[in-house]
């Protein structure tokens, strides 16, 4: 498929959540994926800014309420994603949403 490039001409990295939703709550079991073009099982991950030893594995089961982020070698790091211990989350689709889009938004505890 097709990437943009960033200005650096370095593959930016995704960060995908399951299930679906922003923010993500931690009492969902939430599951994260490292997407990007570097090399697949060289996976770094980032709690809250600090490296955090999950080296290598694509995905992620999410057990602390922090903001996580990952990248690859010759990859940018990913947009953050937050996750929350509250109990109450208003969340919103996490996949891309356009002004004009109809939204629908949970109130999920």
Known sequence: GWCPLSPAGAQTTQLLVEPPWRPAALWDRVT???????????TTWY?????????????????????YRCDRPGTRRSPPV?????????????????????????CRG
């Open 47 to 67: 709690k809250d800014r600090q490296r955090w030893g999950q080296q290598g594995r694509d995905h992620l089961s999410v057990t602390e309420s922090r903001t």
């Open 32 to 42: 994260l994926t490292c997407q990007g073009s570097g090399t697949a099982g060289a």
């Open 82 to 106: 937050r996750v929350l211990d509250e109990p109450l989350v208003l969340q919103v689709p996490a996949w891309a949403l356009l002004e004009g889009d109809t939204v629908t938004l949970r």
